[in-house]
């Protein structure tokens, strides 16, 4: 029952923070907070990725010369950094990671 509860409890506030968009459509925020909001995206996708990169294991840093997660990871920056292009750098990331990966033996074939 408990975990019903957490379920109904957080449809509601993300219900509510969600609506009040568009129940208050004149709302318009401070430039200091549009700016702000501008950065929310890199700063989400920043705690996604950058754990995966360091703690590939989820328990122990792996600051080594083996980790091709965090060296493709350092790949796929330069190549959005150079490329500027969503494509390219998915399919660059990608391709650095496996060849990585099979290059340090790491893949399970």
Known sequence: MD????????????????YSLFAFPD??????VRQGLHFVPTAV????V?????????????LSLDNAYLWAGLATIVIAAVSRHLLATI????LVFFL??????????
């Open 50 to 62: 950058l754990p995966g990169m360091l703690l590939p294991d989820g328990q122990h840093w792996a």
């Open 27 to 32: 709302l318009s925020f401070p430039p200091l």
């Open 45 to 48: 996708l920043t705690a996604i």
């Open 100 to 109: 990585l990966r099979w290059a340090l033996g790491q893949l399970p074939l």
């Open 3 to 18: 975990n019903w509860l957490l379920i109904l409890g957080m449809l509601a506030i993300t219900f509510s923070i969600r």
């Open 91 to 94: 399919g660059g990331g990608l």
